[in-house]
């Protein structure tokens, strides 16, 4: 039959695939730089919280949805918990299609300086070099990010391509034991580091006086983005993991490995970062500016081999942007084969197509084109690129996650969910108790507190 639905060749094959979704630039770029402005060691205790009592329970319940349903977000929040939720889904979609918009520019521009830091490492690192300039001309170049961002999305689109054991799996099975090994290389070589002690203390000795609620919040939204959380992602994936196979097991793994990459990279930036005098001032300005204008200089200035390992560096962001893009792309297409009966390949197509259109605009909005650059929807946050991460990070992702985890937590019946969870066996950790009140109570009090901060405290979480 022809409509048979395609799985995952393997256990390991859906673990590397969905870890491949999670770890990200929001593990290389979002993370370190939030917690360097919430002051480390407590944000980071609380950041661990967030993803065992909030991010670990809801991974499992998108899962589930999935798995059981073997459908794509629309269909399976449908047949699981009614008809009217299928919004949920649709929601999701939307979301998959603004992130990977915007994300793919930033994906672009990790492109750029892995060929720029090539070209350093033959012919040498600039003795007078500006860094701050190289990067505010190709963000204002349109072209270049026209260029970049596009081949950013047609690598994307030629993944999904080829379908999920085919395209996805496979170049997650290559990617992310290279994305490992490299970051290995470049953690033992910043550990030898003088600034690395501070950088350890930073992030592992809490000091909770420096800490809001704001800071909790922050901690809380980051953790849907970093674990593709609340659009689907997870539903999708779990609906090609085949029913005899347990998610318990799974969620588990991609948690934590999604979790210690985070502290990784936060650990490799830091080391640098505290080993130049006078560093930790200068990179209070931005996320952009800590990956693409600190770093690339200190590599060829502190970093020991610095030469092979920055180019490294950058070609790890690319290899981890892109079994994230991949995963964003997957919920679109995977919305027009179950629900619009397409075929993939045209499916594929169609949606990266339209999806580019919007990357093209955010990519403009760095001063390429003055009206796109100034473009303000959400107080503050000037910039269709801003705009675009401000609804995905405050609105769509929190929104999302909070319906699917009341819709399984008190919708579904308790038959349903554990047998889900259970029946094929879960590992010793893990409790259905437990499990079933962060989904009903801790979960969505949680995420109606991100709401509530951003819609009547004005809070801002991306
Ligand atoms: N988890 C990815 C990251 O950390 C981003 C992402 C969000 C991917 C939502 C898929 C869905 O970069």
Not at 154 to 165: E, I, P, R, S
Not at 310 to 327: D, G, Q, R
Not at 440 to 462: T, Y
Request: proline share 3%.
């Amino acid at each position: 039959m022809k409509d048979l639905r395609e799985n995952w060749s393997s256990n390991l094959g859906f673990v590397l695939a969905a870890t491949g979704s999670a770890i990200g630039l929001g593990n290389l770029w979002k993370f370190p730089f939030i917690t360097w402005k919430n002051d480390g060691g407590a944000f980071v205790l609380i950041y661990l919280v967030c993803i065992i009592a909030v991010g670990l329970p809801i991974m499992m319940a998108e899962l589930l949805v999935g798995r059981k349903t073997q459908k794509s977000a629309v269909g399976a929040m449908r047949e699981t918990i009614g008809p009217s939720w299928g919004w949920v889904g649709t929601w999701g979609v939307m979301a998959g299609f603004v992130i990977l918009s915007y994300y793919a520019v930033v994906a672009g521009w990790s492109i750029f300086y892995l060929f720029q830091t090539l070209q350093w490492s033959v012919s040498g690192f600039p003795t007078q070099a500006n860094m701050g300039g190289l990067f505010a001309d190709l963000a204002a170049n349109g072209t270049m990010q026209t260029a970049l961002s596009g081949t950013f999305m047609f690598l994307t689109v030629g993944v999904v391509y080829f379908g999920v054991a085919s395209g996805i799996e496979k170049t997650a099975r290559l990617c992310l034991p290279a994305l490992f090994v490299i970051l290995l290389l470049l953690l033992f070589s910043s550990l030898t580091m003088e600034g690395s002690g501070e950088a350890l203390a930073f992030l592992f000795r809490p000091n909770f006086s420096e800490l809001d609620s704001a800071a909790v919040l922050e901690a809380l939204g980051h953790s849907f983005f970093t674990l593709s959380l609340g659009m689907g992602t997870m539903i999708v994936y779990g609906s090609y993991v085949a029913r005899n196979r347990s998610i318990v097991n799974a969620a588990g793994s991609i948690v934590v490995l999604d979790t210690v990459i985070a502290i990784i990279a936060s650990i490799i930036m830091f080391s640098v970062i505290f080993t130049v005098p006078g560093m930790p001032e200068q990179v209070d300005g931005s996320a952009v500016g800590m990956l693409f204008i600190s770093l690339p200089q200190l590599f060829y200035e502190v970093v020991p081999f610095g030469v092979v390992l920055a180019p490294a560096f950058y070609l790890l962001v690319a290899l981890a942007a892109l079994t994230s893009t991949i995963s964003l792309l997957e919920v679109v297409v995977s919305y027009f084969i179950d629900q619009r009966k397409m075929e993939r390949s045209r499916a594929t197509l169609l949606s990266g197509a339209c999806i580019y259109v919007f990357t093209f605009l955010s990519g403009m909005s760095f001063g390429a084109s003055t009206w796109l650059s100034s473009f303000e929807l959400f107080e503050g946050k000037a910039g269709f690129f801003a705009t675009l991460d401000h609804f995905a990070s405050n609105w769509a992702l929190p929104l999302g996650g909070l319906l699917i985890t009341l819709g399984v937590g008190w919708f579904m019946s308790t038959k349903d969910t554990e047998a889900e969870l259970v029946a094929t066996g879960s590992p010793r950790w893990f409790s259905y108790k437990a499990w079933l009140f962060s989904v009903r109570f801790i979960a969505p009090a949680a995420v109606a507190a991100i709401l509530i901060a951003v819609i009547f405290l004005g809070k801002d979480f991306s």
